[in-house]
């Protein structure tokens, strides 16, 4: 009974390359994220998405396209992969609602070469 | 010992001693703050929480202290076990747009703990 899964766990792609990285939660949230962890286990904020509208967009390059085709779902789309992008996409989800934790997936990790 | 530098800090301690991990947090305004614990290979998991009208929560072995004079959160783990390791997040629910707030996540520090 996973809560948050997204789906591949490991992606090994060539610079250029399209990718999506799958997301969903069964937790009956109405928010969900996208985090970007980075090779220093920074984890920072990409997308906030609540009931399939965007609320946050954390300064995040336009390669990144989140796409929320209803609430249980959050899928993150990459154009023209860099070597930057190189990292651990973590999805998350929780109630909009103020002070509520939020429950994560077990990460994507994203290799370009 | 703790260090700190270009590398993740670390926390190395020995089984059945008790740790403690600090944060340092960045909003005044912020009031709702979480533990978070990752192991390798996985996502964050809640450890425990604390709203900003409290100075300390007791969980299972777990304690959180809030001093929010000097924007400051730790964690205590009481007789640490090899399981414990693993790297842990303070986060502060953070408003971002009007009416919605989002966790933002500190540096992060490994624990280590050797039978």
Known sequence: DTAVSQTPKYLVTQMGNDKSIKCEQNLGHDTMYWYKQDSKKFLKIMFSYNNKELIINETVPNRFSPKSPDKAHLNLHINSLELGDSAVYFCASSLIQENTEAFFGQGTRLTVV | ?115
């Not at chain 2, 004079?69 to 640490?80: D, G, N």
């Open chain 2, 1 to 115: 010992g703790e260090s700190v530098g270009l590398h993740l800090p670390t926390l190395s301690v020995q089984e059945g001693d008790n740790s403690i991990i600090n944060c340092a947090y960045s909003n005044s305004a912020s009031d709702y703050f979480i533990w978070y614990k990752q192991e390798s290979g996985k996502g964050p998991q809640f450890i425990i929480d604390i709203r900003s009208n409290m100075d300390k929560r007791q969980g299972q072995r777990v304690t959180v202290l809030l001093n929010k004079t000097v924007k400051h959160l730790s964690l205590q783990i009481a007789a640490t076990q090899p399981g414990d390791s693993a790297v842990y997040f303070c986060a502060e629910n953070k408003e971002v747009n009007s009416g919605y707030s989002t966790l933002t996540f500190g540096k992060g520090t490994m624990l280590l703990v050797s039978p």
